[in-house]
T-cell receptor, first 113, second 112 residues
Framework: GAGVSQSPSNKVTEKGKDVELRCDPI?????LYWYRQRLGQGLEFLIY????????KSGLPSDRFSAERTGESVSTLTIQRTQQEDSAVYLC???????????FGDGTRLSIL | QKEVEQDPGPLSVPEGAIVSLNCTYS??????FMWYRQYSRKGPELLMY????GNKEDGRFTAQVDKSSKYISLFIRDSQPSDSATYLC????????????FGKGNQVVVIP
């Protein structure tokens, strides 16, 4: 596709359930980022993938959060045993190289009941 | 102190006015500076991308970076109702993971 694609666009789940969010980056973009946008807060960096290098997980808030990426394609962000404070918009961005402009998808709006 | 400070107060201006937005930052390693526009329930859309200090103009938009003061600005000339959105400043270092550090965003409303 022409842009970064994320799915689902909305997810409502009960506290304690696991959720999986998907990101399909722009074709040819080697760098992929996940951010979280909580209400009234700026975007927070979560994790970074660059090609086949080990991911930079320094922004993950707890061990309930994990992410994977297959080569330079799709990435999934998994949140286990969801808590209410996990409610946020989860945004994915990709760039051609790591020092190039990042382009964002429309995010997944996650609500934990 | 947060890495990036952006006064999140909403801003209402009449159509045709100049919109002025700014951010300050504390990390002297930041070299890349961006402004994103975000419409409701959409992802951030890149507006301006600059490297180091200086000015950059693109149509009605002008971005300024003053690294000595750790201060960046965005000006929107001849504002239009379609400019009504939230504007986010973002910046990154030149090395490492190039993660973006964001301000909280300014909600701008252009009144016809």
């Amino acid at each position: 596709g022409a842009g970064v694609s994320q799915s689902p666009s909305n997810k409502v789940t009960e506290k304690g359930k696991d959720v999986e969010l998907r990101c399909d980056p722009i074709s040819g973009h080697t760098a992929l980022y996940w951010y979280r946008q909580r209400l009234g807060q700026g975007l927070e960096f979560l994790i970074y993938f660059q090609g086949n290098s080990a991911p930079d997980k320094s922004g993950l808030p707890s061990d309930r959060f994990s992410a994977e990426r297959t080569g330079e394609s799709v990435s999934t962000l998994t949140i286990q045993r969801t808590q209410q404070e996990d409610s946020a918009v989860y945004l994915c961005a990709s760039s051609r190289q790591s020092n190039q402009p990042q382009h964002f998808g429309d995010g997944t709006r996650l609500s934990i009941l | 102190q947060k890495e990036v400070e952006q006064d999140p107060g909403p801003l209402s201006v009449p159509e045709g006015a100049i919109v002025s937005l700014n951010c300050t930052y504390s990390n002297s390693a930041f070299q890349y500076f961006m402004w994103y526009r975000q419409y409701s329930r959409k992802g951030p859309e890149l507006l301006m991308y600059t490297y180091s200090s200086g000015n950059k103009e693109d149509g009605r938009f002008t971005a300024q970076v003053d690294k000595s003061s750790k201060y960046i600005s965005l000006f929107i000339r001849d504002s239009q109702p379609s400019d009504s959105a939230t504007y986010l400043c973002a910046m990154s270092a030149a090395s490492g993971n190039n993660r973006l550090a964001f301000g909280k965003g300014n909600q701008v409303v252009v009144i016809p």
